[in-house]
């Protein structure tokens, strides 16, 4: 007997199964099983051989005591009838239950099954169209009192196929995208990571500061070992001093691309007294590149000896967990046709689109047909609105935009695009569609579609047929992999920059090495990570005589680490000697972008800084053979990763690590069950040397 699913059509309550009755293993506890045996004993009404425990156990369920053969025998008849009538009633209520559920998932708005536009989700599916919607219930109250947030995430591997194509991929909580984060600054975040993948995980909250917290960064190799298959780790961090848009995601492997990510918003008093009286709404529209499969398959293909830097190059986009590729173009895939994300708004209404670029690699031209917008966030970093018609959104960047739903009279249905710049990938492939699209939709006003609305029918989405094809045109993208440019923005808080700081160099490049192994090279180190972390090994050796100020090689060759003693301001130079963009990211702070350039920094530019109003951000992405220099104040004790944020190329080794005030760092105590992620992977690691001398 099973009932899988309340109101679904796996509802069998009258069924017998075959179940062997006689074995003591397998007791009856709950309610299932009690109606089986109730069957059975109705079944069995005179054969005395029916074993009386069990049928305590029974009666113990449902009436709460337990009865002895005796008198069992004395009350039968109406204890049998009785517990049939009990029997019938349960049924009659589960389907009255199971009525009630279906109705109202056929209605429009309710259940986790069906979102609010009336579609059906797949069970590996997150209803991102009312998760992501953080004016559902009102715009959110940024001024109550601090509090914590807990958090569940169960990691597991599933099957799923958000554009219609079949894969594996590694999740939260069974679903894709990743849930909402939403809270406000000085909130705790709790979240218990539970791992039931196959797979290490370990998660970055991309953009923490994590002041005080650099255990809790996330960041497998440097801040922490792997959460091991079958192991939990509990993250706990406060949101200090931060506001804006962010996301989260695995910092394992290519764990991240397979699906472990989610948005992550930060709300505050200063920034609502700033912009909430300028929208009626507000979304996180949560956009990826996707691969057809795991990223661990297309590693070696992308390493390949004698290469060229050709990273894997994704199959689709998808626009809030869904895409909408064309099965056509597979023979021998599982695909299943789906239609065009929808973004439906209201008019005369202004909203705020928090875009967040979640992918691999792919750059996101942004732009909503007949729309222009008003920019006032980058990163957490406020700007006064600034009118865009596109913008860039390099990968791991976010922006805020508000657009106003005024253009009702010249259509109802607008494409809101995400379009990938093809100038980014090496080579194109024959499966992507770079033209990544929603339909950014009104209320209709057509008979037609009114007549689906009033009857539920979930096609009133589609019965518009595809909006016109009315993009900007004058913009057209450059021909290059360049980012938004910023330098236009104004700060809206005149926080003043401080003054000239230690000066550090660093050329990013790709290299072939003995092997003819393309890597990713930071000042001639490839980033290999060991099994242990950085920060567990700084813990455990203190070595701190050995960490001058500056670059240095301590944890092997592979490995540079930039020491900063004090609380000191930095002016990094990046030199990006390689012909392709680089996002890059640095955690647990955010950095003003100075100057940039092309071909290679030259002093001369660093004594004429450009005065204007820099922004702050912390993933920057650099111009092929271009440059820029950056500014940031380093007084958050740890080791913060600084790497290039495509996934290839941070799997490839272009990574390094800032070494932030080790004497204070030493001092600090791990969290509790930190340690023990790192033990089990060193006896991992003996044990492999062990088998290594064996061999
Ligand atoms: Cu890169």
Not at 321 to 328: K, L, P, Q, V
Not at 372 to 381: A, H, M, Q, T
Not at 504 to 526: C, D, S
Not at 630 to 635: H, P, Q, S, W
Request: charged share 25%; hydrophobic share 35%.
């Amino acid at each position: 007997m099973s009932y899988k699913k309340i109101g679904g059509e796996d509802l069998e309550l009258n069924n017998i199964d075959s179940r062997n009755y006689d074995s003591p293993e397998a007791p009856p506890n709950d309610l299932d099983d009690l109606a089986d045996l109730d069957d059975f004993e109705h079944d069995h009404e005179d054969d005395y051989s029916v074993d009386d425990d069990r049928a305590d156990i029974g009666e113990g369920l449902l009436g709460g005591k337990k009865s002895t053969g005796k008198q069992r025998q004395f009350r039968r008849k109406p204890k049998i009838s009785l517990k049939l009538g009990l029997v019938i009633a349960f049924v009659i209520v589960v389907l009255i239950v199971g009525f009630v559920i279906r109705y109202l998932k056929t209605s429009k708005g309710w259940s986790s099954d069906v979102d609010s536009l009336g579609r059906r989700l797949q069970p590996w599916q997150r209803n991102t169209l009312d998760e992501y919607n953080l004016s559902k219930n009102g715009l959110w109250n940024s001024s109550s009192e601090p509090q914590t947030r807990e958090y569940f995430w169960t990691i597991s591997d599933i099957v799923g196929a958000p554009d219609g194509v079949q894969r594996k991929m590694t999740v939260i909580n069974g679903k894709f995208p990743g849930p909402l984060i939403e809270a406000n600054e000085g909130d705790r975040i709790i979240v218990h990571v539970k791992n039931e993948g196959a797979d290490p995980t370990g998660m970055h909250f991309h953009g923490m500061f994590q002041k005080g917290t650099n255990f809790m960064d996330g960041v497998l190799g440097v801040t922490q070992c792997g959460i091991m298959p079958g192991h939990e780790f509990t993250y706990n961090f406060t949101l200090d001093g931060q506001y804006g848009t962010y996301w989260y995601h695995s910092h394992w492997d290519l764990q991240a691309i397979d699906g472990v990510a989610g948005p992550l918003v930060i709300h505050s008093p200063k920034e609502d007294e700033a912009y909430k009286h300028l929208y009626d709404e507000e979304m996180v529209l949560f956009v990826n590149d996707w691969y057809h499969e795991m990223g661990r398959e297309y590693m070696p293909g992308y390493l390949f000896p004698n290469g060229e830097n050709d990273e894997p190059v994704p199959q689709a986009g998808l626009i809030q967990g869904m895409g909408e590729f064309d099965c056509s173009k597979y023979t021998d895939r599982e695909c299943q046709q789906l239609q065009k994300q929808i973004i439906p708004v209201e008019e005369n209404k202004t909203y705020r689109i928090r875009i967040i670029n979640a992918g691999a690699m792919s750059e996101i031209d942004f732009s909503i047909d007949q729309h222009k917008f008003d920019l006032i966030e980058v990163e957490g970093f406020s700007v006064e609105p600034y009118e865009l018609q596109a913008a860039r959104v390099a990968n791991a960047q976010r922006y805020s935009f508000l657009v106003k739903t005024d253009k009702r009279e010249i259509d109802e249905q607008f494409w809101l695009r995400t379009e990938f710049n093809p100038h980014c990938y090496a080579e194109m492939n024959d499966e992507l569609d770079i033209n990544v699209r929603a339909i950014f939709s009104y209320p209709s006003h057509t008979e037609k579609v009114k007549k689906l609305i009033a009857k539920g029918d979930p096609n009133y989405l589609v019965a518009h047929g595809d909006p016109q094809d009315v993009k900007w045109k004058d913009f057209d993208g450059t021909v290059e992999c360049l980012e938004l440019n910023t330098t236009m923005l104004t700060p809206k808080y005149n926080d003043p920059i401080p003054g000239r700081g230690d000066f550090v160099e660093l050329h990013a490049a790709f290299h072939r090495q003995q092997g003819a192994i393309k890597r990713g090279v930071f000042n001639a180190t490839t980033w290999n990570p060991a099994k242990e972390a950085t920060l567990s090994q700084f813990l455990r050796e203190k070595p701190l005589e050995m960490f001058a100020d500056g670059p240095s090689k301590h944890w092997g060759p592979d490995q540079l680490t930039v020491t900063v003693n004090s609380t000191r301001t930095i002016d990094l130079v990046i030199n990006n000697l390689d012909d392709g963009a680089h996002p890059f990211h640095l955690h647990g702070h955010k950095f003003w972008i100075l100057d940039s350039g092309n071909s290679y920094f030259n002093f001369g530019r660093y004594d004429n800084i450009p005065d204007r109003g820099q922004v702050m951000r912390d993933t920057l992405q650099v111009d092929g053979y271009g440059w820029v220099l950056i500014r940031f104040v380093i007084d958050n004790p740890g080791i913060w990763a600084f790497h290039c944020h495509f996934a290839w190329h941070m799997e490839a080794g272009l990574s390094m690590q800032f070494l932030a005030l080790p004497e204070e760092l030493m001092e600090m105590q791990p969290p509790s069950g930190w340690n023990d992620m790192c033990k089990a992977a060193l006896e991992e690691e003996k044990e492999g040397q062990k088998e290594g001398q064996t061999n």
